[in-house]
């Protein structure tokens, strides 16, 4: 092991709770003390309820804003649920305007009040219009804090401003934004082309065009797209006339991207990206109840059209034997082309505009998968019940269904997301609906035709 | 619209679409000119195969490598399969280190020796060198292009420095690494403080110790886990000595976040994040059909289980009607669990430690919603086949098929990581055999013994 980096986390959340469990309180202080506030908020997250509360009642009030707007909604909400206004205030006064916008957005109306009051004025007049701004945007992404220089002066000039400003000087800065006399944005000077350039050339010969900047109403998932695409770590954001309002730094935009993906992942299970592991048995139960309810349409719906050949079925049991493999098959396949839809969305890669191509494309990936299973399956079945009508009858709703699946997989998303309907969300569930539906009712439908 | 970024990707989608239709190549390149390689990559990636090659071929030779760097490994392929050894020499020549060692390890074995060999002495030993780490740990991610400075010197005498480096300063460098005379990592002097600092003092007293150096073989997850508990825009790799090897940006970290969230949003239909939404139909139609195959041994096993039963299902038919629902409501409530359970592991905050506390939760979650919907199922079926027995049966199957499903869901995936296999992509074929066949058994045994 090197001497860096010493505990991954599992070797860190083992000690925490030993300790934890041990009672030594003040050994666990000085290893909160080690910690980023982003670190104790991934601990925090990982801990069952009991020993959570334990470790928040031991951080630092002076971090512990910082700690809230790391951990996850729903964890948050559970450490604040017996917070005053005074505890309130203590956590908001330490914290970056961006993070303390977002705090006030979680706390409890009648707190807001209160706490910005005792915010100084420049400070609460900054929050109030960043406030303005929706969350998942531009503007509800980006800090007030810009350092701002003119073209004209020199690099000389602006280092020796940048001494004068000393402390003042926000953290992270990596880069001064260059406006005119309107506060209207024109470029970036980077601190590292200020460091390595000429002192007597001007701000205007060093600094770069190429950032463009961002409009203050972009969404937050176009502004990690413009981050990803241009690898910068800060960007500049203006309002519809180009005035400078903030900028929005890389670590903001990691989030997104981390939320994008985690929404992605869970939304497919009906779960939200801010689930807490941990949370309290009867509000997941309350949850989870919902979306088993949602499925639990789709499921009677397809018991039904099942009902509707319980004559077949009575006849001939094999059906009833077989009929699962058909409804899974499509439900596969068509998952697959809705994943490939839904991130192809979300990227920004899918509109209506290639969405035909992708259509081709897996309807004919469909066909071809469709006769290699439908080989495969027949023959099975064929052999299992020595049935070669059956083997034929599966062979054909096989291919119908993975058919039906990978249209459904394709244009789905697209007609969910015209709708302002979330695919990550409601897409899995409908695409089973139409798999399971189609194949039952292909399957007995053919059999009910051709068998009886 | 602002005049800022006018276009969306939709927009620019559509635009290029357009001029491609057109056949007005000139405009064509001149909108590539107005992009930068990272958004070329993610035009490509969302071209179907036609329009794809034609705008490749438009793309200036300068920046081909730095646009396949960007694109995913499946769409790489395709654009690089007729390049030869020239072609690709050119496209090394532009790039930075780390992003030429990583179109190396992509390219033809053939070619790898003479683009190596056409690179000066310095940048061909580096790349030697990176290239001996795997790609998805620290050393796979790192840069060696750090600027380093030591702790005794002054502020000014570090400015004087850089403004003598000029234009070889690596580009986005936004902090100095101070190491002492054996190369050892000491702490960071990022840019902002050294422009804002005293000239007369040293590097010692302004630098940060607060940021651990990353040991090489860190995993790249964890690395990101530390950019985004730490808010760095890059951090120091380190030896197992201390020795400073290189540095990591965050544009790299954010690379590996998107994946890692794609990874798990399609790993869980069998696909990787790799995987072209464009992907020629006969390559796609392989890859699915492994999955479509690995999923039919499952609903093979489950068409065993309910042909274990024909006797029960011929004389009971309504029980055909009713069984999908049983399996249904238990692969849903398994995959929620599940999916709680990957994220945590990917996110290291679910491991042994804290597993049983998990497990315990969800089963009691399990057991509440298994007799909330055995109720609400129970008295459904009971109404429609007007069958007491019936629906107690299908209530008691569903609260078994639900503890089952919380069990194999918190319990699977930490069982698939010991054993080294990606919970991600096994997790959600295992779980589904499991309520399948627990369900179907469940219901039929249960019918098979009290109602027959």
Not at 232 to 259: C, K, M, Y
Not at 350 to 362: D, F, P, Q
């Amino acid at each position: 092991m090197s001497a860096a980096i010493e505990n991954t986390d599992d070797l860190r959340l083992a000690r925490l709770q030993e300790i934890l469990d041990s009672g030594a309180m003040h050994s666990a202080q000085r290893l909160l003390k080690t910690l980023t506030p982003a670190e104790i908020a991934h601990l925090l997250e990982s801990l069952p309820p009991t020993k959570r509360e334990i470790l928040w009642s031991l951080v630092d009030p002076a971090i512990e804003g910082e700690v809230l707007v790391n951990v996850s909604d729903e964890v948050q909400a559970e450490l604040v649920k017996d917070m005053d206004a005074d505890h309130w205030r203590a956590a908001a006064e330490n914290l970056d305007l961006d993070d303390l916008t977002d705090l006030v957005q979680d706390m409890p109306e009648t707190v807001v009040g209160e706490v910005l009051s005792a915010l100084d004025d420049q400070r609460r007049h900054r929050v109030e219009a960043m406030l303005s701004y929706p969350e998942d945007t531009a503007g509800g992404l980006m800090n007030t804090d810009t350092v701002t220089v003119r073209p004209e002066v020199t690099l000389d000039v602006v280092l020796r401003y940048l001494r004068r400003l000393g402390e003042d000087m926000p953290a992270d800065t990596d880069a001064l934004f260059v406006v005119n006399r309107d506060d209207e944005y024109l470029g970036v000077l980077p601190l590292w082309k200020l460091v390595s350039g000429n002192p007597d050339d001007t701000v205007a010969e060093v600094m770069s065009l190429n950032l463009k900047p961002l409009p203050v109403d972009l969404s937050a998932s176009e502004v990690a797209r413009y981050f990803e695409t241009h690898d910068v770590t800060s960007a500049p954001v203006v309002d519809e006339q180009g005035h400078l309002l903030g900028r929005i730094t890389v670590d903001d935009v990691v989030d997104v991207i981390r939320e994008e993906g985690e929404h992605q992942f869970m939304g497919q299970a009906g779960l939200s990206e801010e689930e807490d592991m941990f949370a309290p048995v009867l509000s997941s139960t309350k949850r989870r109840a919902v979306w088993l309810g949602v499925n639990l349409l789709t499921a009677f719906l397809a018991s039904w059209v099942i009902g509707l050949f319980q004559d077949t079925l009575s006849k001939y049991v094999a059906l009833a034997v077989l009929m699962p493999i058909v409804a899974s098959m499509g439900g596969i396949a068509g998952s697959q082309t809705l994943t490939l839809a839904i991130r192809g969305i979300a990227l920004g890669q899918l509109s209506g505009k290639n969405a035909r191509h992708l259509l081709l494309k897996e309807l004919a990936v469909g066909i071809l998968n469709g006769i290699i299973w439908a080989v495969v399956v027949g023959i099975i079945a064929g052999v299992w019940f020595d049935d070669t009508r059956l083997a034929a009858l599966i062979g054909v709703a096989i291919i119908i269904n993975l058919l039906f699946a990978a249209f459904s997989g394709a244009v789905l998303p697209l007609l969910l997301k015209r709708f302002g309907i979330d695919p990550a969300l409601a897409g899995s569930v409908l695409l089973t609906t139409v798999t399971d539906v189609v194949g039952f009712f292909a399957f007995l439908g053919l059999a009910t035709l051709f068998l009886v």
